[in-house]
């Protein structure tokens, strides 16, 4: 498939020219294994820690904090796993190294997007085709309503990406039917993890393609009008300092913006208790509702 090189409505995510050591990426991943007080799985210290991780990803782990959040989402060893919108794979690396060689890993990339934004948008995620080091990575492209995988999912994970799905390169899109595509693809108890830039109180959609920025009380009713249940948000993205009036790419607040981390749970038949895991102590940044 080829792709014309078109500037997409929103600034291009560049990751800047940070370098960092391999072992610098390990001393993070360890100061993560004990933030908080609270355990980060060794299987994701390890993840964070591997080497073949691009430093300018690497450089942004002090702000995404991925141990913690990809803890709170219970990602496990074995895992089925969709990146939806991944960018150029931050996480789809380390769900890569998570799940292993018995899991899966699904790299979506909307087929809107690649036809409006910059190659360079995405070139991480498609470098990731063929690539011997990620063979338990594919990458799948269709309408973004089109969502679907070859199998049932334990997690749909999108981050920072949702507000787009209301901007304009992203039409033409049916963003409830995508939301009932996530909730077919997961299986029963499966989880759909969502990370966006918070927009202010009460301003629903209004901040979407001028701050890119979203009401979590407009993303979370989308979501669950389509079956999900809330099961649990996460404060580890939480920035009281940001105004929530600068767009994200503003130098003054790129990197550091106010994020809401939601964890939505598709409920399993009778005779499941999925709210077991709210009863774990050492989940990670745990907010239930």
């Not at 769900?95 to 990339?109: H, K, N, W």
């Not at 190659?119 to 063979?135: A, I, K, M, S, V």
């Not at 990370?195 to 109180?201: E, Q, R, S």
Request: proline residues 7%; glycine residues 6%.
């Amino acid at each position: 498939m080829t792709h014309e090189t078109i500037d997409c409505v929103r600034r291009t995510r560049s990751l800047g020219s940070h370098t960092r050591s391999s072992f610098a990426g390990l001393l993070l991943a360890t100061v993560l294994s004990q933030a908080d007080g609270a355990a980060v799985p060794d299987y994701i210290v390890r993840a964070i820690a591997d080497p073949a991780r691009p430093a300018e990803q690497v450089a942004l782990d002090v702000e995404r904090r991925p141990g913690e959040v990809i803890a709170f989402s219970g990602l496990k060893p074995g895992d089925r796993v969709a990146d939806f919108m991944p960018g150029n794979a931050y996480f789809t690396r380390i769900f890569s190294r998570i799940v292993g060689a018995d899991g899966r890993v699904y790299a979506f990339l909307p087929s809107q997007q690649l036809a409006n934004c910059a190659p360079n948008e995405t070139q991480g995620t498609r470098d990731l085709r063929g690539e011997p080091r990620y063979t338990n990575v594919t990458v799948l492209v269709d309408a973004a309503d089109g969502f679907a995988a070859p199998e049932q999912l334990d997690v749909v994970w999108t981050a920072e990406n949702y507000h787009d799905l209301h901007d304009p390169f992203m039409r033409p899109i049916d963003i409830a039917a995508l939301n009932r595509a996530i909730f077919r693809a997961l299986k029963p108890g499966g989880v759909f993890l969502v990370i966006d830039h918070v927009a202010a109180a009460g301003s629903g959609l209004r901040d979407t393609n001028t701050l890119h920025r979203i009401d979590p009380d407009a993303l979370r009713a989308e979501i669950t009008a389509a079956g999900f249940v809330l099961e649990a948000k996460s404060d580890l993205l939480r920035n009281s300092e940001d105004s929530h009036t600068l767009p994200v790419f503003d130098p003054r607040i790129r990197h550091r913006t106010d994020q809401i981390i939601y964890k939505f749970r598709k409920p399993v038949t009778s005779g499941s208790d999925w709210r077991a895991s709210l009863r774990q102590p050492d989940r990670v940044g745990l907010t239930p509702f």
